[in-house]
Nanobody, 114 residues
Framework: QVQLVESGGGLVQPGGSLRLSCAASGIIFTFYTMGWYRQCPGKQRELVATINGGGFTNIAASVKGRFTISRDNAKNTVYLQMNSLKPEDTAVYYC????????WGQGTQVTVSS
């Protein structure tokens, strides 16, 4: 079955950086658009970034210029590099694999606080 396992979350100070990873199994990785969503406290889940099999990316305006999405097709892994983190980036971050049906990871907590 499809498994998406996120890692790399944690506590970071404002202005700091984190890199999230998501290892996928049970899919033909290059066939899927991979993505990151987040759910901030008290808010609806929102799109952060996506990357298709060819490497084309879509980045939410709220994080553009600070976050970068990338993928390593040889490792079946997608990454989210997060720089210049702000307290409002605090959220549970979810990895997704989309080929019409969207599969979700279990989420990883990112907390930005001094």
């Amino acid at each position: 079955q499809v498994q998406l396992v996120e890692s790399g979350g944690g506590l970071v100070q404002p202005g700091g950086s984190l890199r999230l990873s998501c290892a996928a199994s049970g899919i033909i990785f290059t066939f899927y658009t991979m993505g990151w969503y987040r759910q901030c406290p008290g808010k609806q889940r929102e799109l952060v970034a996506t990357i298709n099999g060819g490497g084309f990316t879509n980045i939410a305006a709220s994080v553009k210029g600070r976050f970068t999405i990338s993928r390593d097709n040889a490792k079946n892994t997608v990454y989210l590099q997060m720089n210049s983190l702000k307290p409002e980036d605090t959220a549970v971050y979810y990895c997704t694999a989309d080929r019409g049906v969207v599969h979700w990871g279990q989420g990883t907590q990112v907390t930005v606080s001094s």
